[in-house]
């Protein structure tokens, strides 16, 4: 299979914990974008890279978020201190950037986070 | 005021009926407009997208862009079960792209 593949797929951790997911992307594409989304929400934008470089990170995106895609390939997505808000499906995408079209983006089947 | 807004329903029509989805957006910059599917459990994936304003085509789905109304719908003719899924739409001004929360559609046998 050469689509997205997060891991892991389902992490159940104690407020508190640290927890880091795992994105790899279509081997060809530059681009590489976090969402996340919540029950009866569309996907909110976390961040995106272009090749190596993290380009945008959401405003609502506290501290305690941080994301790496060393040398523009796979990427991690850690949460430190998890809070019970913290509970949602992390997706991951990649998109091959065309010009100014930002691209198809195709999604990972995500990681479902649950904080207790 | 957010910058994308979409009804998320649920909204259930007979097999066969023409269905309609809407997003409005605040956002005057947004220039391609698009339409995700996700079925329960995975990830979005692309229907189809527009560039501007204007009407797009491809087979029972047309996409139509009012950028002066901030308007943007979706159309499904011939509607079959298989096309229950949640609808967003999604925009861009530039390399972010923002999501809608999504419509749930039923389509009843």
């Known amino acids: 299979d050469t689509g997205v593949s997060q891991d892991p797929r389902h992490k159940i951790t104690k407020r508190g914990q640290n927890v880091t997911f795992r994105c790899d992307p279509i081997?060809?594409?530059?681009?590489l974008y976090w969402y996340r989304q919540t029950l009866g929400q569309g996907p909110e934008f976390l961040t995106y890279?272009?090749?190596?470089?993290?380009?945008?990170k959401s405003r609502l995106l506290s501290d305690r978020f941080s994301a790496e895609r060393p040398k523009g390939s796979f990427s991690t997505l850690e949460i430190q201190r998890t809070e019970q808000g913290d509970s949602a499906m992390y997706l991951c995408?990649?998109?091959?950037?065309?010009?100014?079209?930002?691209?198809?983006?195709?999604f990972g089947e995500g990681s479902r986070l649950t904080v207790l | 005021q957010k910058e994308v807004e979409q009804d998320p329903g649920p909204l259930s029509v007979p097999e066969g009926a023409i269905v309609s989805l809407n997003c409005t957006y605040s956002?005057?910059?947004?220039?391609?407009f698009m339409w995700y599917r996700q079925y329960s459990r995975k990830g979005p994936e692309l229907l189809m997208y527009?560039?501007?304003?204007g009407n797009k085509e491809d087979g029972r789905f047309t996409a139509q862009v009012d950028k002066s109304s901030k308007y943007i719908s979706l159309f499904i003719r011939d509607s079959q079960p298989s096309d229950s899924a949640t609808y967003l739409c999604?925009?861009?001004?530039?390399?972010?792209?923002?999501f809608g929360k999504g419509t749930r559609l039923h389509i009843l046998p």
């Open positions: 999604a925009m861009s001004a530039g390399d972010k792209i923002i």
């Open positions: 956002n005057s910059a947004f220039q391609y």
């Open positions: 527009t560039y501007s304003s």
């Open positions: 081997s060809e594409h530059n681009r």
């Open positions: 995408a990649s998109s091959l950037e065309m010009g100014i079209f930002p691209g198809e983006l195709f």
């Open positions: 890279f272009q090749n190596e470089a993290q380009l945008e």
